[in-house]
C-alpha cells in the first residue's frame, strides 16, 4: 500500500463493479465542466507562472511563433517558388493550428504525471486537469492568432462569411483536445514510454502534413489526383487543418474534410469514455 494511502490522504482503491460504470465517467466530465471557477484559474495562472519577471510577459508566445512562421514561410516559399502573399499568410496559419493539436497531444500527455501534486492533495474530478490543459491552450492560441490578423492586414486574403466556418473548427478542435488528453493522459501515466513516443511520433506528422508546403506542390496526373496526394489524405491531420485553415484563406472546404474530423472525434469520444470507465479511478496510484 502506497505511502498516500497509508497517510489517508488517498482512499484505497476502488474494487468490483463501482469504480468501472459509464455513469462515473460521466459524473467526472460533467463535474470537472461544472468545477471551471476552478480550471479557469488553474489555466491563466499557469500562463501567468511561465513568463513571470520577463519582460514581455505572455507576448513571447506570440513572438515566438511569429518569428518561426515568418522565418519558414519565407524560405520555403523561395524554395517553392511560391508567391509570398498567398503562402506566408497558409504557413502562418498552419503553425498556429499545429502549435494547438501538437501541444494537445504532448501535454495532454503529461497533464496527469505534472499534476500529481494537486490529485493526491486536492479532492477533484481527473477531467479538470485536461480542462485547465486545454483551456491554457486555448488562451496560447488566443495570443498566435494575433500573427495571423496582421498578416491578413499587410496582405489581404479573399475572406466571405464561410470565414465564419473557423469558429466551428475551433471548436472540434477543443472537444479533440478533450479526448486526447484523456486516453493519452491517462495511458502515459501507466506506461510512461508513451509520451516518448508520442514526442517523435508528432515530430514525424508535422512533415508529413501540408503546414510549411501544400498539396499543389505534389502534382497533379492526367487531371486526377495523385498516388501522393491520395497518401497524404490518408493522414488525419490533413483534414483538421484544412477545415480551419481552410476558410480564413477564403477557400472553399470541402464536405468530406469536416466528415473525417468529426468521425475521428466519436472515435476518441468513445475511446476516451472507455479509458475513464476503466482506468479513471487508478490515475492517483499512478501519477
Same mark, same amino acid.
Given at each position: 500500500?502506497s505511502?498516500e494511502?497509508?497517510q489517508?490522504r488517498v ?5 468490483g463493479?463501482?469504480?468501472r ?6 459524473d467526472d466530465?460533467s463535474a ?6 476552478? #480550471?479557469?484559474h488553474?489555466g491563466w495562472?499557469?500562463?501567468k507562472?511561465r513568463?513571470r519577471?520577463?519582460?514581455?510577459g505572455p507576448?513571447w508566445?506570440?513572438i515566438?511563433?511569429g518569428?518561426?512562421?515568418v522565418?519558414m ?5 523561395e524554395? %517553392? ?8 499568410? !497558409?504557413?502562418?496559419?498552419? %503553425?498556429? +493550428? ?13 497533464? +496527469?504525471?505534472?499534476n *500529481?501534486g ?12 485536461? !480542462? ?6 486555448l488562451?496560447?492560441f488566443?495570443h498566435n492568432?494575433?500573427i !495571423?490578423?496582421?498578416?491578413l ?7 466571405n462569411?464561410t470565414?465564419?466556418?473557423a469558429?466551428?473548427?475551433? @471548436?472540434?478542435?477543443?472537444?479533440n483536445?478533450v #479526448?486526447?488528453?484523456?486516453? +493519452? ?5 501507466? %506506461?510512461r ?7 517523435t @511520433?508528432v515530430?514525424?506528422? +508535422?512533415?508529413?502534413?501540408?503546414i ?8 497533379k496526373?492526367?487531371? *486526377?489526383?495523385?498516388?501522393?496526394l491520395?497518401?497524404? *489524405?490518408?493522414n ?19 464536405f468530406?474534410? #469536416? @466528415?473525417?474530423v468529426?468521425?475521428c472525434?466519436i472515435?476518441? #469520444? ?14 492517483? !496510484?499512478w501519477?
Amino acid at each position: 500500500m502506497s505511502a498516500e494511502v497509508m497517510q489517508g490522504r488517498v482512499p484505497p482503491p476502488p474494487t468490483g463493479a463501482t469504480s468501472r460504470s459509464m455513469r462515473r465517467a460521466f459524473d467526472d466530465l460533467s463535474a470537472g465542466l461544472n468545477a471551471r471557477e476552478l #480550471w479557469l484559474h488553474l489555466g491563466w495562472q499557469d500562463i501567468k507562472q511561465r513568463y513571470r519577471r520577463s519582460l514581455l510577459g505572455p507576448l513571447w508566445i506570440t513572438i515566438a511563433t511569429g518569428v518561426t512562421a515568418v522565418a519558414m514561410g519565407l524560405l520555403y516559399g523561395e524554395l %517553392f517558388h511560391m508567391d509570398i502573399k498567398s503562402f506566408l499568410p !497558409y504557413v502562418t496559419l498552419g %503553425f498556429i +493550428f499545429w502549435n494547438f493539436i501538437q501541444n494537445s497531444i504532448l501535454e495532454g500527455a503529461e497533464v +496527469f504525471s505534472k499534476n *500529481e501534486g494537486l490529485i493526491k492533495q486536492l479532492p477533484s474530478p481527473v477531467s479538470v486537469h485536461v !480542462y485547465r490543459m486545454v483551456w491554457r491552450q486555448l488562451i496560447i492560441f488566443a495570443h498566435n492568432i494575433v500573427i !495571423y490578423i496582421a498578416i491578413l492586414i499587410i496582405f489581404p486574403q479573399p475572406l466571405n462569411w464561410t470565414a465564419l466556418l473557423a469558429i466551428p473548427a475551433v @471548436a472540434l478542435f477543443v472537444i479533440n483536445g478533450v #479526448w486526447v488528453s484523456i486516453v +493519452f493522459g491517462i495511458l502515459s501515466t501507466r %506506461f510512461r514510454d508513451i509520451g516518448q513516443l508520442l514526442t517523435t @511520433a508528432v515530430q514525424l506528422v +508535422f512533415f508529413m502534413t501540408p503546414i510549411i508546403w501544400t498539396t499543389e506542390n505534389l502534382g497533379k496526373q492526367t487531371g *486526377e489526383k495523385s498516388e501522393r496526394l491520395k497518401l497524404v *489524405e490518408l493522414n488525419p491531420m490533413y483534414h483538421y487543418l484544412d477545415i480551419a485553415r481552410g476558410p480564413l484563406l477564403g477557400e472553399p472546404v470541402a464536405f468530406y474534410h #469536416w @466528415a473525417v474530423v468529426i468521425g475521428c472525434t466519436i472515435v476518441g #469520444w468513445l475511446m476516451a469514455l472507455a479509458v475513464m470507465r476503466n482506468y479513471r479511478a487508478r490515475v492517483a !496510484y499512478w501519477v
